[in-house]
């Protein structure tokens, strides 16, 4: 991590061991920065007053190491972040004002995307931050976890069968939901099918209908034009006098005969005047018959316009035309027989969902019983981590209960709430002393018990946790001596399984890290780039005979740190 600014660091970096990195310090030189640089990266909130007095911001940078298919990797892909070099880079900034931004992979993100990961990189514990296992969920996956396969076959059939249960459900629910919305729907088809088939439309008929309409509306004046059509072309008899197209044509032709065979082309248009003549009496006909057959009846226009009524209401609501409406009937009575086969497929889902939820009951009471056993032996295998932690007389147990729920599962002959991991709610209690009731850890002990609690969980199950990285802050606060040089062995074996950090006091519990930084003020009360330095050989003595003694240079202080050190080899 590079740390700019943020309360006495004037600008660090800290590079922390892949196994047990131990930072120490003077009181006050600002060791408990590096907690908060982490906190800040890990979606923390943000303080205008973590920013160093003069700065217009604090920047904090990290550099994490993730594997492919890592889940962490996985959620930060989806919110748009890159690796470089096979790390992702996050970084947060907290401006004097207080504003905060945060950039995941070189994108910029929410700082909420930042604390979705942090349950999956870091687990911290301190005096102030006791998160991780204070929650009720990483409690029942911390036992679930030491229980091994014992809880894990029963809780993945547990899981497949609520999987099934859901999905089921699900669509269950969906149907018996639409069902109401498909019976209403089917008695609106119903309704407009049988309204349809009241009329009985035909293809076209709205057509037909409008042209005879037409018609019979204008019957007078159809017949008064078609008569003196007829008489313009074929005559009047009432007028024999008269002169029409007929006759006119006849006249032509007749005389054009006469001298035809003078001339050819005369001839030609004698023919032609001869068509016209045929054309003009086939007209004549026609002109009579549609005089003769036109029917202005009034009755018929009445029965027309009612029919031509009773299609335009159904084109009101079926379709633009009468073809629109036959065409809307065939596919509405297609829908209705899709419609009317739900009650089938409700009867089936009903009776799986049923028995799924008798199978989910037994899995969940052989998961239940897993549990419970898991957890006796959990607990007693930390509570003997505590009497080698200052807490002798400590004892830790589990509270596993359900929660009674008339819509849940039933599991020894009550019906109980259930979720994708079971009907369990497993609750980590701890007894400090003698004659104390067993109490949620968060309310039974102070806050140097509350870490040794964790930290003997830690060690319990060291390398089942996917946690990779724990930072212990003050872990050791209130132990000295040789509890002090157990809880340095009991990191040193966890982090051999994850990386460790532990900000401390204790030599006991820095001589057993695989590094050692440094975190030292300059004259002017603040921390350089140089002012976080990692300790090797002479230096590292030096800072162990501080601590245990308050003297860097006093003979006993160092025998006795070189003799830390030598004990910390002896145990690696």
Do not use: C
């Not at 993100?109 to 604390?115: D, I, R, S, T």
């Not at 969920?137 to 993945?156: C, E, I, K, S, T």
């Not at 729907?185 to 407009?192: H, K, P, T, V």
């Not at 929660?403 to 701890?430: C, F, I, K, M, Q």
């Amino acid at each position: 991590m590079r740390i700019r600014s943020l309360g006495v660091i004037d600008d660090a970096v800290v590079e922390l061991s892949p196994g047990f990195t131990a930072v120490t310090g003077e009181t006050g030189a600002g060791k408990t920065m590096v907690v908060t640089s982490l906190g800040l990266l890990l979606g923390g909130r943000a303080d205008a007053a973590l920013v160093r007095i003069g700065a217009e911001k604090a920047v904090v940078e990290g550099r994490i190491t993730v594997s492919a298919g890592d889940s962490v990797l996985v959620r930060a892909e989806e919110a748009g972040a890159e690796l470089d070099d096979g790390a992702l880079l996050i970084s947060r900034t907290v401006s004097a004002e207080g504003r905060s931004r945060a950039h995941l992979g070189g994108r910029s993100v929410p700082v909420g995307v930042l604390a979705e990961l942090a349950d999956e990189l870091v687990a911290v514990h301190g005096q102030t931050d006791q998160q991780g296992l204070l929650k009720l969920n990483r409690q029942r996956q911390a036992l679930d976890r030491y229980a091994g396969d014992a809880v894990a076959v029963p809780l993945a059939k547990y899981t497949e069968a609520y999987r099934r249960l859901r999905s089921v459900s699900v669509e269950l629910d969906e149907i018996v939901t639409r069902a109401r919305e498909r019976a209403q729907e089917a008695d609106m088809l119903r309704y407009g099918l049988d309204e349809i088939a009241g009329v009985e439309p035909r293809a076209g008929e709205d057509v037909e209908l409008a042209e005879e309409a037409e018609r019979l509306g204008h019957a007078e004046a159809l017949s008064s034009a078609a008569t003196a059509a007829h008489a313009a072309v074929a005559g009047n008899p009432e007028d024999p006098e008269g002169i029409d197209a007929a006759t006119l044509v006849a006249g032509a032709q007749r005389a054009l005969e006469a001298v035809r065979s003078y001339d050819p082309a005369l001839a030609a248009l004698a023919d032609r005047i001869g068509e016209i003549g045929i054309l003009l009496g086939d007209v004549a006909g026609e002109l009579a018959g549609y005089a003769d057959d036109l029917d202005a009846d009034p009755l018929r226009l009445s029965a027309v316009e009612e029919r031509r009524a009773a299609l335009t209401a159904l084109t009101r609501k079926y379709g633009e035309d009468v073809a629109a409406v036959l065409t809307w009937a065939e596919q509405s009575a297609a829908r209705l027989t899709e419609l009317d086969g739900d009650d089938e497929r409700i009867d089936e889902l009903t009776a799986e969902r049923d028995a799924l939820r008798a199978e989910l009951g037994g899995l969940a009471q052989a998961l239940s019983d897993a549990r419970t056993e898991a957890a006796e032996r959990f607990a007693a295998a930390v509570t003997a981590e505590l009497a080698s932690l200052a807490m002798p007389h400590a004892r830790v147990s589990f509270a596993i209960r359900q929660t009674e729920d008339p819509d849940g599962v039933e599991v020894g002959g009550r019906a109980v709430a259930y979720g994708p991991s079971g009907v369990d709610e497993v609750e980590l209690l701890l007894a400090p002393h003698p004659g104390a009731p067993p109490r949620p850890i968060a309310k039974g002990a102070s806050g140097g018990e509350l870490s040794r609690v964790m930290l003997a969980v830690e060690v319990v199950f060291a390398g089942t946790d996917p946690v990779p990285t724990y930072l212990f802050d003050e872990v050791d606060a209130g132990v000295g001596g040789k509890a002090a040089v157990e809880i340095g062995r009991r990191l040193a074996r966890l982090a051999k399984t994850a990386q460790v950090v532990v900000v401390t006091h204790l030599p006991q519990v820095a001589a057993f890290a695989d590094r050692q930084l440094l975190v030292e003020k300059t004259n002017d009360g603040s921390v350089t780039r140089s002012g976080v330095k990692v300790l090797e050989g002479e230096e590292r003595v030096r800072e162990l005979s501080r601590m245990l003694a308050g003297q860097e240079d006093s003979e006993t202080a160092r025998a006795h740190a070189e003799e830390l050190l030598a004990t910390a080899r002896a145990d690696a």
